[in-house]
């Protein structure tokens, strides 16, 4: 083919500009698909925070219900505990799902001990329940109402037997 000047300078530009079309799109769809793996990045970032700071609230309202407890004697801090135990264990799990599909063990077992310590805080904290019943949440009730009225009624005998 005998092209002219004119036609190869302008073949050539065509080409060069198809070229740059070309890598204008490769591009485009890097960035789009680099967009894409970023953001998904970040959303599990974000929900593993948000789990985390989750936990950290669950275990601190859990904790101020025990002091409530303690401080009170009254039954229903118990399920307030429970409660927030529960939905700190189900943030954990959550926590857990994510690192699992990250495959993260490092952070995954971290996440497993927190449910452990979750279970066991919760025996304890039931245990404590038990124990504070038995005892007697006021002082007319469990042992604590039963040596009240055995030393009511010792008292009222020794008055009885007082001889002036």
Known sequence: MNWTIGQRIGA??????LLVFVMILCSFYSLHQ???GVEKA??????????AKSIERDLLESRRSEKDF???LDEKYV?????????LKSNAKSMASILRDLDDSDSLAKADKVLEGAETYLKAFNSLVQC???RGLTPNKGCQGTFRGAAHSFEKAVEKLDVE
């Open 12 to 17: 050539g530009f065509f080409v060069t500009i």
């Open 42 to 51: 970040l959303d599990r970032d974000v929900a593993i925070t948000v789990a």
């Open 70 to 72: 303690l401080m009170r």
């Open 34 to 36: 680099i967009s894409a």
């Open 79 to 87: 399920a307030r505990v429970s409660k927030n135990i529960e939905n």
């Open 132 to 134: 504070q019943v038995k």
